[in-house]
């Protein structure tokens, strides 16, 4: 994997008198997934959001919100039109903070995937970057 195109992003809480402590994390990385781009008109690339972790203490205070942002920044930097990630289909928390991050759902796991294998569903959700969402562009 090409490091230019991979980042670890780290969210971070001190208070006075104490030191630094890692609340959250999230890893980003540039892919071209075939089944993937089929679904984002005219895109040749992405960045991929995925490994979203939060420390229990941190949840319910908008970590994963602000995580998510600097995914829109990190794809901005970039240049990358689309960002993307996964999710299970019946995780309605994660579901919902990524709805309100702009993600909509563009494809869903085969439901042989759970039938057949057991496995439990996911969706791919996909949003424009935040760019393109101040220019006015929808997926």
């Not at 829109?72 to 689309?82: S, T």
């Not at 919902?96 to 959700?125: C, E, F, H, M, N």
Request: charged content about 25%.
């Amino acid at each position: 994997m090409d490091a230019d195109r991979y980042d670890c992003l780290v969210a971070d809480s001190w208070q006075e008198n104490e030191r630094k402590s890692i609340v959250g994390v999230v890893d980003v990385t540039v892919l071209a997934e075939k089944d993937v781009l089929r679904n984002l008109p005219g895109a040749q690339e992405y960045l991929y959001v995925s490994g979203m972790a939060v420390d229990i203490t941190h949840r319910r205070q908008k970590v994963a919100t602000m995580l998510l942002q600097a995914c829109d920044v990190k794809a901005m930097q970039w240049g990358l039109e689309f960002l993307i990630l996964h999710a299970y289909e019946n995780d309605i928390a994660a579901r919902r903070l990524y709805s309100k991050a702009g993600y909509t759902v563009i494809s869903r796991d085969p439901s042989w995937i759970s039938t057949w294998l057991g496995r439990r569903q996911r969706v791919v959700l996909a949003k424009r970057s935040f760019t393109n969402t101040v220019l006015g562009g929808q997926i």
